[in-house]
């Protein structure tokens, strides 16, 4: 086996011994990571955690360390609009994983941008927003876990600022950085929340001309909110990233190309990029060598293997879980399989997939039922 995979088993033999709760679940389901993993084959049979599991109303998130609570150095919270976050518990030499990760991703990150404006609060603010102890240990979101760990260069400009209990957009911050950087083709990168940077943009488009800040400009979103819910920010609708894309290119003048996306989720370590195809009209997510996904049927959850095929999404972790069973997590967002082998845009050869989005409504309901069955087998 490779290194990865290799790694993949020290993780999943760690996981198996330290924490009950999968054991559990392994030995439920007749597998035993020291004995049952030996081809990268056997990967697709490994036992998942649902990242519903983790949910603070599941009541079993301390069930779900593999070290006790007290050596944890914090949880990792998901934003959530329901008031019913995950709860991850990691140590620092976790979060710093994430760090890493980033180090192995930053040419694709555009190491040579002169200034970066962010469309989130500093890294302090985001970490001690709505901040709170549970058993001893701070909350912290997750992206204030990301944005801790990201280097951010000394001029950035952080764009949300918190007013009481909300965050907000300086506008007017923003509408001065376009105009310092206007028609001159330097080397800059806006990053952040997609749903914060699209909302702004549609306010500017309705009361300034647009912009021409030319082909060095990185735009790169993350954190979700596709679906036009982000913690308590609500859009109503989705949008939809083709619209996104076309918008925000066309009123900051910056190629479409020059778009990315990153996705990851609280109870996952590795996260993937995205690059934005204007033949597929969508990000194309690259699989990196350090980690794995494997698309699973909706309905029989068994791994697809084809162009095209849609389902849940579980994400194998090798690296970055010492404090908690996040080697095999099954979250019910929706990928598609884009290709197995090379992605078709850039030719680069790995696994490559799109990120659809959430089931919904009486489907998801169905989703929900599948998945507990399955993690209480
Ligand atoms: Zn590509």
């Known amino acids: 086996m490779k290194k990865f995979y290799e790694d993949l088993k020290i993780n999943l033999v760690d996981q198996y011994l330290k924490c009950p709760a999968y054991k559990l679940l392994c030995d439920n389901q007749g597998f035993n990571p020291a004995i049952d993993l030996n081809t990268e084959k056997d990967v697709e049979k490994v036992p998942f955690i649902t990242t519903t599991v983790f949910k603070k109303s599941a009541e079993i998130f301390t069930n779900l360390l593999k070290v006790p609570v007290s050596t944890i150095d914090k949880w990792t919270v998901s934003s959530s609009t329901s008031g019913d976050p995950s709860m991850v518990g990691r140590t620092m030499s976790d979060i710093m994983q994430i760090k890493e990760f980033n180090k192995l991703s930053i040419g694709t990150l555009r190491p040579d941008t002169e200034q970066e404006c962010v469309f989130y609060p500093d890294p302090d603010t985001m970490k001690n927003y709505k901040s709170e102890m549970v058993y001893g240990k701070r909350t912290e979101s997750y992206i204030g876990n990301i ?155 068994e791994p697809l293997c084809n162009p095209g095929d849609r389902g849940f999404m579980q994400m194998l972790n090798a690296y970055g879980t010492s404090a908690f069973a996040g080697a095999s997590i099954m979250v019910d967002d929706i990928g598609e399989i884009v290709s197995i082998d090379e992605c078709p845009d850039c030719k680069e050869k790995l696994m490559t997939i799109r990120i659809v989005g959430r089931v919904k409504g009486a489907e998801a309901k169905g989703c929900g039922a599948t998945l507990n069955v399955r993690s209480e087998q």
């Open 147 to 301: 944005l801790d760990v990201f280097d951010f260069k000394d001029n950035t400009i952080f764009l949300i600022k918190q007013e009481g209990d909300s965050l907000v957009v300086e506008v007017e911050e923003f509408i001065k950085f376009l105009e310092n950087n206007n028609n001159l083709d330097k080397h800059i990168s806006i990053r952040g929340s997609a749903l914060l940077l699209y909302n702004t943009i549609n306010e500017l488009k309705e009361k300034i001309p647009p912009f021409n800040l030319g082909k060095n400009v990185l735009i790169q979103t993350g954190g979700g909110g596709w679906d036009g819910k982000k913690g308590t920010i609500s859009n109503g609708t989705a949008i939809s990233k083709q619209e996104f894309v076309e918008t925000v290119a066309s009123f900051l003048g910056v190629p479409e190309e020059n778009f990315l996306d990153s996705y990851s989720f609280t109870e996952n370590t590795f996260f993937i990029i995205g690059h934005y195809s204007k033949e597929y009209k969508d990000y194309l997510f690259h699989i990196p060598s350090w980690g794995k996904v494997i698309i699973r049927d909706i309905k029989t959850l």
